[in-house]
């Protein structure tokens, strides 16, 4: 008996979707269509892969209204932030080929002997595992590189956002990609584990630090499959001098848009000791409770829509139970609403000075406030994490910013902006258990296709051999 699931919008509890769970043999037909596809998909040349992306960006943008909407129903994430995933989703395209072209491209060196030539080649079968805070965006990030270097690719997305990826899909073969060169495969945990054992050539990741080790230590023995993970982050923002209310406002874009789910939100804002912190902290709060929060489909405009579901909810409610009783004091507690469901909260700050709380990163708009006798402690504090994705300076003085750039561990750092900030230009991805030193983004080019490296000369030559005459 075949099982299906269905997404579910969490602000109304409608079915969006709902289709077939694949099971193993289905798994493994795909990646074995996917081999067979490979051939021919990587000797397309480059220039008629670049025109099928190009065409894909177009159909996205046709599709725009209507992919926007399908993200808002599946993960209930606010209208504009939807669009704006998919404008971002439709400059991948350019943005990937000139990454391509840059990182992944051709050189060619003279010799005396004749040519020394570097070129890149694609690894063969990809499979991406998409996230669904992002279910658009982060797997358009592998799949559109992934494809232009002429890799074959299978996509399994979120459980949580199935109907993104099918108009992705849909998207796709209007541009006139081959139908095994992409293949969307729906499902849970179970498929994704049927597809990992599989046949492949390339894990590319986004997800849970959790989920990252489980991945490492799977494939401890199959060195062959090339792993690019990014991951989450337990993300400091140290915000040191300025205006309260306009730090506040940075903070509320670093730790409670997309209602915390960013794996580059700050988790732990750090003020200074003293009368600068506490009015800093004052006014985090009082923005925090004044944030607006509605449906996506709401005709008043908000900042916050709900969790992904009621059960991602339920967890982090679990999580802030589990530090209050580690001696966590609360400065600002959630508000629950009776007539919206339970995917929705508020956000929650809490103060942790006095208390040894876990390393964790919480996928909620939950923020844990800590204070620093100076700045050098700030720092210390800052980088007391095992994660590594991102971190930010709230300070105008820039020998502040200077030794922050210089000694914080993250790998997208950022001055006088929010944490979630980043572009889509540069590389994406952390350290530790945020990830493996493969970065996304621009970057992605470097883990989509490996390098060769030639000597070439167009005639035989003898050479000499040194000690014969």
């Known amino acids: 008996m075949t099982d299906f699931f269905r997404s579910?919008?969490?602000?109304?509890?409608d079915v969006v979707w709902e289709g077939p769970v694949a099971g193993a043999?289905?798994?493994?037909?795909?990646?074995?269509?996917?081999?067979?596809?490979?051939?021919h998909w990587s000797a397309t040349p480059l220039e008629e892969r670049v025109a099928i992306a190009r065409r894909y960006a177009e159909a996205l943008k046709a599709d725009s209204d209507g992919l926007s909407e399908t993200i808002s129903r599946e993960?209930?994430?606010?209208?504009?932030?939807?669009?704006?995933?998919?404008a971002a989703m439709i400059g991948k395209v350019e943005i990937s080929i000139a990454a391509q072209a840059e990182r992944a491209g051709t050189r060619d060196q003279v010799m005396p002997f004749g040519h020394a030539v570097l070129r890149h080649r694609p690894h063969g079968v990809m499979l991406v595992l998409g996230p669904y805070n992002f279910p658009g965006h982060l797997p358009n990030g592998h799949i559109v590189p992934a494809l232009l270097a002429g890799n074959c690719v299978v996509f399994k997305p979120s459980e949580e956002a199935p109907a993104t990826a099918e108009r992705m899909r849909v998207a796709w073969r209007g541009a006139g990609l081959p139908e095994d060169a992409l293949q969307v495969i729906q499902g849970g945990r179970v498929t994704g584990a049927a597809l990992l054992s599989g046949d492949i050539d390339g894990l590319l990741f986004t997800g849970s630090a959790a989920a990252g080790m489980h991945f490492r230590r799977m494939f401890v023995d199959r060195p062959s499959v090339l792993l690019a993970?990014?991951?989450?982050?337990?993300?400091?923002?140290?915000?040191?001098?300025?205006?309260?209310?306009a730090i506040a406002a940075l903070v509320a874009h670093s730790s409670f848009v997309t209602?915390?789910?960013?794996?580059?939100?700050?988790?732990?804002?750090?003020?200074?000791?003293?009368?600068?912190?506490?009015?800093i902290v004052e006014a985090v709060v009082d923005l925090a409770r004044a944030l607006p929060i509605a449906a996506w489909n709401?005709?008043?405009?908000?900042?916050?829509?709900?969790?992904v579901s009621d059960q991602a909810a339920m967890t982090a409610r679990k999580a802030i139970g589990g530090l209050l009783t580690a001696g966590v004091r609360i400065l600002l507690a959630e508000e629950r609403h009776s007539e919206r469901p339970d995917a929705f909260m508020t956000p929650v700050i809490l103060t942790t000075d006095a208390a040894a709380v876990p390393d964790e990163e919480i996928f909620a708009p939950v923020l844990q406030i800590r204070r620093a006798a100076d700045f050098d402690a700030a720092i210390e504090e800052a980088n007391a994490t095992r994660f590594g994705l991102s971190a930010g300076l709230v300070s105008a003085d820039p020998d502040l910013w200077a030794r922050f750039a210089l000694r914080v561990r993250a790998g997208v750092v950022n001055w006088n902006r929010p944490t979630t900030g980043a572009a889509s230009s540069m590389p994406f991805g952390g350290l530790g258990e945020s990830g493996n030193h493969r970065p996304s983004a621009y970057y992605a080019a470097d883990y989509c296709a490996f390098p060769i490296a030639s000597f070439e000369a167009q005639s035989i030559e003898t050479l000499a051999i040194p000690g014969l005459g």
């Open 298 to 307: 709401a005709p008043e405009e908000a900042f916050m829509g709900p969790l």
């Open 8 to 13: 579910i919008d969490p602000a109304t509890h």
């Open 75 to 86: 993960t209930g994430k606010l209208l504009w932030e939807s669009r704006a995933e998919v």
């Open 229 to 245: 993970l990014e991951l989450g982050g337990n993300n400091p923002l140290v915000a040191w001098d300025g205006d309260p209310e």
């Open 25 to 39: 043999q289905t798994c493994a037909e795909a990646l074995a269509r996917a081999r067979d596809a490979f051939f």
């Open 259 to 279: 209602t915390g789910q960013r794996c580059s939100c700050a988790r732990r804002l750090i003020v200074p000791a003293g009368v600068v912190g506490d009015r």
